[in-house]
């Protein structure tokens, strides 16, 4: 059973910053690709980035390109979310997720069979 456990969400000014991070069980973290969504209300879940198993190339959704940037530390079992420049767009709840199919890249939501709980990020203007 994998859990993961997100953490470093609140609240933040436009423009402002905060990090995420999303700390995982399991002794197989490395192999898998780790993603984030997030989710508003009255939205459907989106994607937001990924940092693939294989070989941790990264890749972004259209609206945090840029702003945003995925990472991972495997040794700690962990993987971050920076995000600079926050818009008020970007209020939801942030959630990570893990890959079922390894290393795959995917940005399909039900390509992630682990969730967090989710972490709340709220952007005052």
């Known amino acids: 059973q994998v859990q993961l456990e997100e953490s470093g969400g609140g609240l933040v000014q436009a423009g402002g910053s905060l990090r995420l991070s999303c700390a995982a069980s399991g002794r197989t973290f490395s192999s898998y690709t780790m993603g984030w969504f997030r989710h508003s209300p009255g939205k459907e879940r989106e994607f937001v980035a990924a940092?693939?198993?294989?070989?941790?190339?990264?890749y972004y959704g259209d609206p945090v390109k840029g702003r945003f940037t995925i990472s991972r530390d495997n040794a700690k079992n962990t993987v971050y979310l920076q995000m600079n420049s926050l818009k008020p767009e970007d209020t939801a709840v942030y959630y990570c997720?893990?890959?079922?199919?390894?290393?795959?890249?995917?940005?399909?939501?039900?390509?992630?069979?682990?969730w967090g709980q989710g972490t709340q990020v709220t952007v005052s203007s």
């Open positions: 997720a893990r890959s079922r199919y390894g290393w795959y890249e995917t940005r399909n939501e039900g390509d992630y069979d682990y």
């Open positions: 940092v693939r198993g294989k070989d941790d190339r990264t």
